[in-house]
């Protein structure tokens, strides 16, 4: 599955004005460095997995709004608290826990 990242930026640009966000708000919440949002949007800059997860949060949703246009909200809020955890780890506990989401994301569970 090859992804649109102009589309994907399409749909971050689309949430951020349905919330009424300036790009500087966003970057702020998304501690993201100044003008990468327009990049994004723009479909210049291709933002990584952490980037997008960050984004989701910054803008109330979950990544698949993103990445396939889809939305799923979940009651229980097990998407922010996993986000939150991830936004705190360091460089390499960010790597080991993508490598373990790649491994559960191949197990037919």
């Known amino acids: ?48 997995i952490e980037v997008i997860m960050r984004l989701a949060v910054a803008l109330d949703t979950t990544p698949d709004e993103f990445l396939l246009g889809t939305q799923h909200y979940d009651t229980d809020n097990e998407w922010k608290n996993s986000s939150e955890l991830l936004r705190n780890m360091s460089p390499k506990q960010l790597s080991l826990a993508k490598n373990f989401l790649v491994w559960l994301s191949e197990q037919d569970l």
Not at 25 to 45: F, P
């Open 1 to 48: 599955m090859d992804l649109d990242y102009k589309e994907i930026g399409k749909r971050i640009a689309r949430r951020r004005k349905e919330l009424g966000l300036k790009q500087s708000e966003v970057e702020e919440r998304a501690d993201l460095s100044q003008k990468y949002l327009s990049n994004i949007e723009r479909s210049i800059s291709i933002p990584s």
